[in-house]
């Protein structure tokens, strides 16, 4: 049964939030997380030697949810699993809009009592018609609202990624490290075991949801597989998702009669789902950040060739192998723009196939990368443009000289502006980290799409903008609006 | 048409069998509108030497069985027959090699089919997924299927795009567009299979699994040569 948007838009954007049950053992970590919420924050707990604590951290405590003195709007229930179907019904009387259980110790078990209490958990709330998220997750987190399930998420601002999860961990991290590549969410929701809200619920509020123009997922199974499928459909003809599937086998079904059974193995059916909603597959964390890093800060897809800026001969053809191997072609650049690259570009060490062998020639005269992007920009064979930014060499330079890092992105955020070209810069770690991280994050903090890798920023580019159309029609066609660029913050 | 095809289906289950015939499979499935060869059962030399008659020379005998699964194996398969006599020796042989094989309960007769034309051999096929209902795959068949399983699925039910991608998604691809100046096989033809097949999927749910093994995709069309249904456990 579908979830009336206007309930769960009550749910993730709470005024009014009570935490059940958190202790000193566990060092508050819900009231603590939650101290950033912008609004009425409540503890329920009736264990004396945990009271205390709670009254000294300033949240009002109440020994039952229906002692609330206002409509709650979210609950966060931490009890042992035992009292949680009490906690459930206390949740129905004080009609809250609706209850996480962050408890486990379910279904997730395998073992008769889990399943048995999730049983009747789920009866009580499906009963009531209780918007119940989990058990066994995290919940909600708002950065906008200061809704948070750790200390380290961010606050006071939103982002316009909705991101939804099975697994609590992997959204904790999704909305931790996507903060250090400029990634911010509008909601994201961890929703473990799904008894009620499950996936798709989730699926059709972002696709509808204003403040959310890309959506993320960490998924390994669908409850009910079809109504999923139709979801996800529906949200990726609307805005690009982005889907890490945990959990794939390639087995097939062992009592198959038929080619076909025993090659339909789970990994190839979720395959084939993600592909034929148009949506984006990722593998892991990190994949998953660094495409929806590039959605939010590269233009939509043109074609599949690159143009390519590298600071030397050697990185030139790793650069070249590296988009290469993501399905770009590395094409000859357009007559025009050799016989231009030949009135100022320093041939001595350097070189203008393509890649531009450049460093000879910028690292002499800073100016000489404007008119190398606007060769890029006029190039009717570069549909795209990618460049190395080389740590090794400038590391030193910016130290001594902070306006040199100033001037390079001033280059690039000219050419990201003027250009309808999606364009990526790569700034590998190399031997000096800590330097580059700074200049990550300035150049991350003026907007612009950065990756830690060759490879990195070839696949996230590639996968952005959907360059093999074949596969994602609907990602072409569908009118679908390109991500607005997010406005650079503290950080970046 | 899906009358006819529930009338096999029923007709099976009536008789506690939850594998169709090739036979069997083939009408239903030309029922959907499926291009197959015509195929019918004789168990009899001299029926199957009428039926060649009717369908014209040179044919293809397939033993018909309820537990053979690999028909070819066992010598349960003769290509090729350009005459009576021919069918009534191939008759004989695959009767004798099936019932040494398997014993005489094993052998239910043959089929009789025209020989196709030639063309490239593709597989499609259908299974019921646990979670997502039936998909759809397709890629290049015959023995290639099962050491390459260059395949794509698509869930049902597919849209005319969906059954566009899936055939150019396999590596194998670029035999189908006429690799070294073979002719380009009819990629519509193969399209519109899969979406009869789609909605074969959707009206039939008592369909277990399903495979066209293979497809003989030529220039001018597809045909499919060789059918397998196993039904839902009744």
Same mark, same amino acid.
Request: glycine letters at 10%; a negative charge.
């Given at each position: ?89 206390? $949740? ?11 408890? !486990? ?27 119940? +998220?989990?058990?066994? $997750?995290?919940?909600?987190? %708002? ?57 798709? *619920? ?11 123009? +890309? ?35 390639? @087995? ?19 395959? @084939? +789902? ?19 890093? @590039? ?8 074609? %599949? ?10 990185? !030139? ?49 800073? !100016? ?122 503290? %950080?970046? | ?13 009536? @008789? ?63 290509? %090729? ?29 043959? !089929? ?37 399983? *260059? ?84």
């Amino acid at each position: 049964m579908p979830i009336s948007p206007d309930r769960l838009e009550r749910v993730l954007n709470p005024k009014v939030i009570a935490v059940v049950g958190d202790k000193k053992a566990s060092g508050y970590m819900w009231l603590n997380a939650l101290k950033t919420f912008s609004g009425n924050l409540y503890s329920i707990q009736v264990d004396e030697k945990e009271i205390e604590g709670i009254a000294a951290l300033g949240v009002p405590n109440f020994a039952s949810l229906t002692q609330i003195p206002e409509p709650v709007d979210y609950v966060l229930c931490a009890v042992p699993r035992k009292i949680a179907p009490f906690i459930v019904k206390d $949740c129905i009387a004080a009609k809250v809009g609706g209850v996480t259980l962050f408890t !486990s110790g379910f279904a997730e078990t395998g073992e008769d009592e889990g399943l048995a209490l999730q049983d009747q958990i789920g009866a009580l709330a499906r009963d009531a018609d209780l918007l119940l +998220i989990g058990p066994n $997750c995290m919940g909600i987190h %708002n950065p906008g609202l200061g809704v948070r399930f750790h200390r380290d998420q961010p606050h006071g601002r939103s982002g316009n990624v909705g991101f939804i999860s099975q697994s609590g961990t992997h959204g904790m991290h999704f909305s931790l490290v996507g903060a250090t590549r400029g990634i911010y969410c509008s909601k994201l929701v961890s929703f473990g075991n799904g008894i009620i809200l499950e996936a798709a *619920d989730y699926l059709d509020y972002l696709a509808n949801d204003d403040a959310t123009e +890309i959506i993320g997922m960490y998924i390994e199974g669908a409850r009910d597989g079809r109504r999923f499928v139709q979801a996800l459909r529906a949200a990726a003809a609307r805005k690009p998702v982005v889907i890490w599937k945990g959990g794939q086998t390639d @087995a097939g079904s062992t009592a198959a009669q038929s080619h076909t059974a025993s090659l339909a193995s789970n990994k190839a059916v979720w395959d @084939a +789902i993600v592909r034929q909603a148009g949506a984006i597959s990722v593998a892991g964390l990190d994949e998953l950040v660094d495409v929806v890093h @590039a959605l939010q800060r590269t233009k939509p897809g043109r074609g %599949n060739r690159v143009g390519l800026m590298a600071m030397t001969g050697g990185q !030139s053809v790793a650069l070249a192998d590296s988009f290469a191997r993501e399905g770009w072609q590395v094409p000859r650049f357009a007559d025009a723009t050799y016989a231009q690259l030949a009135e100022f570009f320093n041939v001595i060490g350097g070189s203008y196939q393509n890649p531009l062998d450049m460093a000879g020639t910028i690292m002499q005269d800073a !100016s000489t990368l404007d008119r190398l992007f606007d060769l890029m920009e006029a190039d009717p064979n570069v549909d795209a443009v990618a460049m190395e930014i080389s740590a090794t060499f400038a590391a030193q330079r910016w130290e001594k000289n902070p306006q040199e890092l100033e001037t390079l992105i001033g280059s690039l955020r000219r050419f990201q502006e003027r250009s309808d070209k999606p364009f990526v810069a790569a700034l590998h770690p190399s031997y000096v980290e800590q330097a580059a991280l700074n200049a990550r994050d300035q150049l991350q903090a003026a907007g612009l799409p950065v990756f830690p890798s060759f490879e990195r920023a070839a696949n996230a580019l590639a996968k952005s903008v959907a360059l093999d159309p074949a596969l994602h029609p609907a990602r072409q066609s569908s009118g679908r609006k390109s991500p607005g660029r997010q406005s650079p913050g503290p %950080n970046g | 048409m899906s009358d006819s095809v529930a009338t096999i289906i029923a007709e099976a289950r009536g @008789a506690g069998r939850s594998l169709l015939s090739e036979v069997e499979a083939k009408a239903a499935l030309g029922a959907a509108g499926v291009p197959v060869t015509t195929t019918r059962l004789a168990t009899s030399p001299a029926q199957a030497t009428a039926i060649a008659a009717e369908l014209g020379y040179p044919v293809v005998l397939k033993v018909v069985s309820d537990t053979i699964t690999h028909k070819s194996d066992i010598g349960g398969v003769e290509l %090729n027959l350009a005459d009576a006599a021919a069918v009534e020796a191939a008759y004989a042989r695959i009767q004798v090699a099936v019932e040494a094989a398997a014993g005489a309960a094993a052998f239910g007769g043959v !089929s009789v089919q025209p020989l196709a034309a030639p063309g490239v051999e593709v597989i499609m096929g259908m299974t019921q997924d646990p979670q997502f209902g039936p998909v759809l795959m397709f890629g290049l068949g015959g023995v290639l299927v099962e050491v390459l399983k *260059d395949v794509a699925f698509r869930v049902v039910p597919l849209e005319p795009h969906d059954a566009a991608e899936m055939i150019r998604e396999i590596k194998g691809f670029p035999v189908l567009e006429g690799y070294r100046g073979a002719d380009p096989a009819d990629l519509a033809a193969l399209e519109s299979i899969l979406l009869s097949l789609s909605a074969f999927a959707t009206a039939h749910p008592e369909v277990q699994e399903l495979d066209l093994n293979p497809i003989l995709a030529r220039a001018d069309g597809a045909t499919a040569v060789d059918a397998r249904i196993v039904l839902t456990p009744a």
